[in-house]
C-alpha cells in the first residue's frame, strides 16, 4: 500500500540541525531502524506510553502511522519528527509530535516524545526539544506548547523544566498509559516566556 500524499496549506515539519542531532519527518525508508530501536526499548517505552498493539512494529502499522502523520500535517493538527545523530553513519535515537495543534483563540500544541533506550541522558532530546519549541514559536506562529508527564517521571519532567517550561499543574487520570488511566502532571512553555538559560 502506497503512502499518501497530501497538499498543504500548513506549515510542515521541516528539517531542523543542530549541535549533535538533525530532525526531519518519519519517512517509509526509516521503517527497519524505527522497528529494530522501538523493540529493543520496549521494556523502557512502555511503562509512559499507550499500550502497544499487538502488531505494534509491523510494517503495516508504521505505514498507518505514517498516514496518520501525512493527515495531520496536511491538515495542521500535528508535526512529526525524528531525530537522528549527526555522525558520519546517522541513527535513529527517537522521535518528537506536536499534536492536537488547536488554532483561533488557542494557538496551542501538545508536545511528546520517546529516546531509545541506548541513547537516553546524552542530551540529545533536550537539544531536539528546544530547537522544536523555537521552531513552533517562529515557523508555526504557536503561541503555548504544552506537555505532560505520568507523576513518576522525573527525567521527563527534568528534561522539560531545563527546556524552560513551567509545571502548571496535574490532571487527574488524564491519560490511558499502558492500559491504565493515569494522573498526569501538567507542563507549558509560552512564545514570549524567558528563553532556557535566558
Not at 518519519?26 to 529493543?40: C, I, V
Not at 509530535?97 to 520517546?114: C, D, F, K, P, Q
Not at 527525567?155 to 490511558?176: M, T, V
Not at 492500559?179 to 509560552?190: E, K, N
Request: include cysteine; proline fraction near 5%; hydrophobic fraction near 35%.
Amino acid at each position: 500500500m502506497r503512502i499518501l500524499k497530501f497538499a498543504s496549506r500548513f506549515p510542515e515539519p521541516h528539517p531542523l540541525v543542530t549541535e549533535n542531532i538533525f530532525l526531519q519527518r518519519p519517512m517509509a525508508q526509516d521503517y527497519e531502524e524505527w522497528s529494530d530501536l522501538r523493540r529493543k526499548s520496549a521494556g523502557f517505552l512502555q511503562p509512559f506510553e499507550p499500550q502497544w498493539s499487538h502488531d505494534e512494529l509491523s510494517r503495516s502499522a508504521y505505514k498507518s502511522r505514517l498516514r496518520r502523520h501525512e493527515a495531520d500535517i496536511s491538515s495542521g493538527r500535528g508535526l512529526p519528527w525524528f531525530l537522528f545523530s549527526r555522525t558520519k553513519k546517522p541513527k535513529l535515537l527517537g522521535g518528537v509530535t506536536v499534536s492536537n495543534i488547536r488554532r483561533g483563540v488557542a494557538e496551542t500544541g501538545t508536545l511528546g516524545y520517546w529516546m531509545g533506550e541506548e541513547f537516553a541522558g546524552n542530551g540529545y532530546m533536550k537539544e531536539a526539544v528546544l530547537a522544536i519549541s523555537q521552531n513552533l514559536f517562529d515557523a508555526h506562529h504557536l503561541h503555548r506548547i504544552e506537555a505532560a508527564t505520568v507523576l513518576e517521571n522525573e527525567r521527563s519532567q527534568r528534561l522539560l523544566l531545563r527546556c524552560g517550561f513551567r509545571q502548571e499543574g496535574i490532571a487527574r487520570r488524564y491519560l490511558k498509559i499502558n492500559g491504565s488511566w493515569r494522573d498526569h502532571l501538567l507542563f507549558a512553555r509560552i512564545a514570549d516566556d524567558p528563553s532556557p538559560g535566558g
